[in-house]
């Protein structure tokens, strides 16, 4: 039997809980705000804000994008032989203008200089060229002489450290150092050796005369005229034609003197008798304290070598070989290529040895072509 005070006491206990339910609760605390402004501010920032992102460049992007890049190929290097050529008809063409009186195209004999300059920085293959190739033919022999004085020069101002300028304007001199001899009678030239008083007299002037004919054309640098006119002075005041002592004297004019003076050693006009490249070194070295500094022989002999390639020589254990390549810091040691045994019997294989790296190995001499 159900009591009515139960029931009543019932329905005010469930009035109660859903009054509770239902009331606002002022006592409670409100919420703090920390927590409902918080997401607000964090949601954004795992994506960075646009303007950011595309003004901050990648870090990862140089790398991979300058391997991308096409990358222009050095020119291929040129070929020797047909520039030689082309600066032995470039000069041949200037004896023309002497007698045409026409401008002369110092652009185009600048641009031919500058490429020769290019191809010795890049291999000794244009100045190997120069030191053992004929004249051209058809060329006659002041413009191959010339041709050849401005390679072999250009080699030696790099050896001294010149940078390609100088040695463009010092190129350029060489080729021009005997544009007077043109003017003076041919028989001279092979017969340096036994001139006449008259003659010697006209021969010394051949500076000069390149001068006024270089200082006619308009030449781009004066430096380049000073070492035309000096090119034939000593280091002792021997030289000619203002018997100027070595201080006085451009090193530019140091450098002509030297080469001009072993090219026509190596390759003299004719009749006159040619000596081989190590034989005119030898000469150059007797004098050495007389006409020609000693660090520019040296410089000479580093690019020469006693033994250039090509020539053959003895050793001290009686082997022929040919030298093949160059030791620059050891002149007198090269590499050779061993083509015959001690007793001259030809090998059936060459060897080939760096004398630089074999102590008790010495080249006792040069031998003539065909030599045992």
């Known amino acids: 039997m159900v009591r009515m005070s139960d029931v009543v006491r019932g329905l005010v206990r469930e009035k109660s809980a859903d009054a509770a339910q239902d009331a606002p609760a002022p006592a409670a605390p409100p919420p703090p705000p920390p927590p409902r402004p918080r997401p607000v501010v964090e949601a954004p920032q795992p994506a ?23 990358i222009e190929p050095e020119p291929p290097a040129e ?28 652009s185009e004999f600048e641009q031919i200089i500058d490429r020769g300059a290019v191809s010795l920085e890049r291999s000794s293959e244009l100045f190997w060229v120069a030191n053992n190739t004929a004249a051209l033919a058809g060329v006659d022999y002041l413009a191959f002489h010339q041709a050849r004085v401005a390679v072999l020069s250009m080699s ?4 001294v450290g010149y940078d390609r300028p100088r040695r463009v304007q010092l190129g350029m001199a060489g080729g021009l150092i005997d544009v007077g001899l043109w003017q003076v009678p041919e028989a001279l030239l092979r017969r340096l050796d036994a001139l006449s008083a008259d003659e010697q007299t006209i021969y010394r002037s051949h500076p000069r005369l390149s001068v006024e004919l270089i200082r006619r054309w308009g030449p781009p640098r004066e430096g380049l005229v000073e070492a035309v006119l000096q090119h034939h ?24 003197g030297l080469i001009d003076t072993y090219t026509g050693l190596t390759m003299p006009p004719a009749p006159r008798p040619r000596l081989r490249p190590h034989e005119a070194i030898r000469e150059i070295v007797r004098s050495k304290h007389e006409a020609f500094p000693s660090a520019l ?20 254990t009686g082997e022929v070989g040919r030298v093949i ?11 050779v290529e061993i083509v015959a045994d001690g007793k001259g019997q030809r090998l059936t294989s060459p060897k080939t040895t760096d004398l ?15 030599g045992h």
Request: charge should be neutral.
């Open 48 to 70: 960075p804000p646009p303007p950011r992102a595309a003004a901050e460049p990648r870090a990862v992007e140089p790398g991979p994008s300058l391997d991308a890049l096409p």
């Open 79 to 106: 070929s020797v032989e047909p520039l030689f050529v082309e600066l032995q008809l470039f000069l041949a063409r200037v004896r023309e203008l002497i007698r045409t009186g026409d401008a002369f195209p110092w």
């Open 156 to 159: 030696i101002g790099a050896s």
């Open 233 to 256: 002075e000593r280091e002792q005041g021997q030289g000619f034609p203002q018997s100027l002592h070595g201080t006085a004297v451009s090193q530019d004019a140091k450098i002509l």
């Open 297 to 316: 022989v040296k410089a000479l002999l580093s690019e020469i070598s006693v033994f250039p390639p090509g020539t053959l020589v003895r050793l001290n």
């Open 325 to 335: 390549a160059v030791n620059r810091n050891h002149p007198l040691r090269p590499r």
């Open 356 to 370: 630089a790296e074999a102590p008790f190995l010495y080249i006792t001499g040069a031998v003539a072509e065909g």
